[in-house]
């Protein structure tokens, strides 16, 4: 309660509090705690434990709802860490202030040390908040020098989620987002893909290509010197697919990786919501969405099964 009292006097109605730590220090409630005595917005950073927004999004809004979001498409900053610092800094220039910040915990080696400092670099806040069980973020007090505030809170209770227990509450979330979606199909006309190359360029023919690289090709374009395939199997002779289509380079996707893609939806620019990959040929997707209006989809990393299962994926593209 010192804490929260303390925390209270120093955030004033202009602030953005940025807080780091552990996984289950207790981030979020204290965060909670506070916006229920100062108002405003909160950044939820965390994707792989969100509580403002869906997992694998940025969300900005307050616990009573999400107001906008970001399109991580994974559910830990690892591998993502351009697409986390770029949403959380959108959001918290949108946010109404004073702006609480929400971020994972992801602090132990060199490059979430890197990925820590410039996010503080990028959003400046005007106070940093250490939630600490040893001296594992003493190395964040040095931005006190750049006039900062930083305030150091020992953290006392060791009460720590397991593995399973985040998976099962990321099943939840999935499930408890998908619970009102529908199949909706759009022809690539009237959409486009972001974060890859899927349905960029001109159709090819399917049957020839796949003759050559001896499997099913379900869809495939050509844009300028590169060429990209959907396909079920293995793919063999892509060098002479490469000669044959007088393209520089071939990106490939197999379907057993696409299928049931994580998938951020947006419109005029809006992240609108998350979609799962059903169907897609070289005219046309089908996707599993609550969300009734798209002019873009981002790819993810993750594929996500309609009772919220979910595992990363590596998508050759």
Known sequence: MRALDQLSELISSGSTVLFLGAT????TALIRALHERVGGQIVDGDVGQSWIGPPGVISLGTPAGMAAGYFVGDISPRGHLLQVATGVCLMAQRAERP????TDGYIADGAA???KAELINLIKPDLLVLLQRGHELDYYKLYAQKGIGVIDLAVSHGGQKTREER????ERAFRHYFRSATLREWRLEEIRFERGLLGHGEPLELEGLSKVLDCRVRAAWRLGSEATLVVEGYAYS??????????EQIHLYNWSDVQNLLLGCVLDGEFTGLGLLKDLSSEGVSIWTPVEE??????GSLQVAEDGRHERVRLWG
């Open 99 to 102: 702006c609480l910040i929400d």
């Open 113 to 115: 040390r890197a990925y």
């Open 24 to 27: 289950d220090v207790g981030k």
């Open 294 to 299: 798209a002019d873009v989809l981002q790819l």
């Open 167 to 170: 998976i099962a509450m990321r």
């Open 238 to 247: 892509l060098g002479t697919l490469k000669i044959s289509l007088g393209v």
